[in-house]
């Protein structure tokens, strides 16, 4: 049990369907992430928010979009995906001013068809 | 969470022998460093960091050594054992911000 939380662990859709990836936190951290792993690159930073505040864009397509109610929730809301998006989405949260370190989650694993 | 098809290097040792994984960073105003080990199916975990003011620092059965003049991180895990077998990241950051700048990891394989 890492303090992070994201559903669902496995998720299969069409490039046309609507989806949405969860991460919870019970850390009590005021930072979050999205993260891509994918079989041809390393940990990719997509969002980072601090304070529910996105402060980082790392350049991800719109088909991607994020949002954060609070601090301690984070979605990635997915639309009209294309197949080489299929990879293994990582959350994690961390202190913002603390020193660096992050605590992640377990992973969602995303595959688009 | 495993990098499946992911070109990574890969350490294969002995159980019980000792492993050393290697990580070249970028950035030489990077004050703190992290080791993070992914297991199959599983997101990264911490295992040990370091600070730029230490050149070395040990936790249960594993040291981390910092080389600021090569710029040059490694992993000690000491009696390495079958629960060992992961892919290890090494993670960097700058002196200003928060954020960790990952490297490609490193796939170690425990043969019984």
């Known amino acids: 049990e890492t303090g992070v939380t994201q559903t669902p662990r496995h998720l299969v859709m069409g490039m046309t369907n609507k989806k949405s990836l969860k991460c919870e936190q019970h850390l009590g951290h005021n930072a979050m992430y999205w993260y891509k792993q994918s079989a041809k690159k390393p940990l990719e930073l997509m969002f980072v928010y601090n304070f529910k505040e996105q402060t980082e864009n790392n350049s991800v397509p719109s088909r991607f979009s994020p949002e954060c109610p609070n601090s301690s929730h984070l979605f990635l809301h997915l639309h009209t995906l294309q197949p080489e998006d299929s990879a293994l989405y990582l959350c994690a949260s961390s202190w913002t001013g603390g020193n660096g370190e992050l605590f992640f989650g377990e992973g969602s694993r995303l595959t688009v068809l | ?112």
Request: aromatic share 8%; hydrophobic share 35%; charged share 20%.
């Open chain 2, 1 to 112: 969470g495993e990098s499946v098809g992911l070109h990574l290097p890969t350490l294969s040792v002995q159980e019980g022998d000792n492993s050393i994984i290697n990580c070249a960073y970028s950035n030489s105003a990077s004050d703190y460093f992290i080791w993070y080990k992914q297991e199959s199916g599983k997101g990264p975990q911490f295992i040990i960091d370091i600070r730029s003011n230490m050149d070395k620092r040990q936790g249960q059965r594993v040291t981390v050594l910092l080389n600021k003049t090569v710029k040059h991180l490694s992993l000690q895990i000491a009696a390495t054992q079958p629960g060992d077998s992961a892919v290890y990241f090494c993670a960097e950051k700058g002196n200003a911000g928060n954020m960790l700048t990952f490297g490609g990891g490193t796939r170690l394989m425990v043969k019984p």
